[in-house]
């Protein structure tokens, strides 16, 4: 079959035909739908390197935002999950044994430095193949919603929901302000989210002026990067600043933006990994304020997004790409060339 193959460290992946791979013990054979092409891949094959903190050992192949219809069972799945049904697929694996683990959080697997991968996609091969193995209990139901559209829910909807929900005591209540920076993939449903979950105004920024009209139609009230920046955000915020800032970029300017606008016991979470930094000392930060990251979300999680996504609160911005033009959406997402999320449909 047909598969994006990250081949070694610091190489752009290839196109290629691997074996059709067959479902081990609990593991069901899923043909893909979708699979998402995240920004995060990008620093998997380009940036890092044997050693480097998250990397994960090639070749395998790509994608970990995946959907698609089950094909076949391995042996001793339930009989609840049937030929032909459409599931979206939890990456993260952990060891399933651990107390992480058991509560449906495999990201902070406590096991995880003796797994042999990360995720489907991330060391274990991912879906951007005509198909995909997954263990059965990292699927999660779609019934009839559009499987292909739901791709990037796995990550582009579950990332910024686990980061959202943690900062929801932040957000609630009257006259609260949220920032989002960033709106490609995460951060466009990061906006949504917060529309759908919370009263806060949602202020906005990227350096598209497309990904802000975007933004804008979802809710959001938009500012544009330069000087005033910081001071056009704490405008809108009647000079507190914002209740929760989300930085899906990650890279030291941006952290600064979210700190210098955080109100007073608010909190900055930093999702996106560029490796940006922030140095902190008693005067630099609003009193009480956090400074915080976040990796991925739980299984709960992605279920909760499933049902946003079904009742129509969340409606991701798909561009499709037929499996021979793969590699071209990681080359367009590369060049910041893609609006909303690429998913590739094999
Ligand atoms: P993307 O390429 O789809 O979107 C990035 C957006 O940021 C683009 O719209 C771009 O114009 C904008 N941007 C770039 N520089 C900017 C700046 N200086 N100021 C404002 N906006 C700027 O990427 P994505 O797939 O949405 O991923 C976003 C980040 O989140 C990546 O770093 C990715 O690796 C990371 N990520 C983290 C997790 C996690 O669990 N923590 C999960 C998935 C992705
Ligand atoms: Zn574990």
């Excluded at 997954?134 to 499987?147: N, R, S, Y």
């Excluded at 949602?202 to 979802?218: F, G, S, Y």
């Excluded at 009742?311 to 798909?318: D, L």
């Amino acid at each position: 079959m047909r598969a994006v193959v990250f081949e070694n460290y610091e190489q752009f992946p290839s196109l290629t035909d691997v074996p059709r791979p067959k479902p081990g013990p609990g593991e069901v054979l899923l043909r893909v739908a979708g699979a998402g092409a995240c920004h995060s891949d990008v620093s998997v094959y380009r940036h890092f390197k044997e050693g480097s903190p998250g990397a994960q050992k090639p070749p395998f192949v790509l994608g970990h935002e995946n959907s698609g219809w089950v094909e076949e069972l391995g042996e001793g799945v339930s009989d609840r999950v049937r030929t032909g049904d459409a599931y979206l697929v939890y990456g993260p694996i952990g060891c399933g044994h651990c107390r992480k683990c058991a509560r449906g959080q495999d990201t902070y697997c406590e096991n995880a430095a003796t797994m042999p991968y990360l995720a489907t996609g991330l060391g274990r091969d991912g879906g951007m193949a005509e198909f995909l193995t997954v263990p059965e209990h990292h699927l999660v139901p779609l019934g009839d919603a559009d499987p292909v559209d739901a791709a990037p829910l796995s990550d582009a909807g579950l990332t910024p929901y686990h980061a959202i929900k943690q900062a929801l005591p932040h957000l609630a209540g009257g006259g609260r302000h949220a920032l989002v920076i960033g709106l490609g993939g995460l951060g466009q449903i990061g906006v949504q989210i917060l529309k759908a979950l919370t009263g806060a105004t949602v202020i906005a920024t990227d350096v598209k002026p497309q990904a802000l009209a975007r933004a804008e139609e979802n809710g959001a009230v938009t500012v544009a990067g330069g000087d005033r920046q910081v001071e056009q955000i704490r405008e809108i915020t009647g000079g507190r600043g914002v209740d929760a800032a989300f930085d899906f970029v990650g890279i030291t300017p941006t952290i600064a933006t979210a700190t210098a606008t955080v109100a007073q016991g608010g909190r900055v979470t930093v999702v996106g990994i560029a490796g940006g930094t922030h140095e902190f000392s008693f005067f630099t930060n609003p009193y009480e304020s956090y400074v915080t990251n976040t990796y991925w979300g739980t299984v709960e999680d992605l279920w909760e997004v499933v049902d946003m996504y079904r009742a129509g609160q969340i409606r991701p911005e798909v561009e499709r790409f037929g499996m021979e033009d793969a590699l071209e959406a990681y080359r367009r997402l590369e060049a910041g060339e893609i609006s909303g999320r690429a998913v590739v449909v094999p």
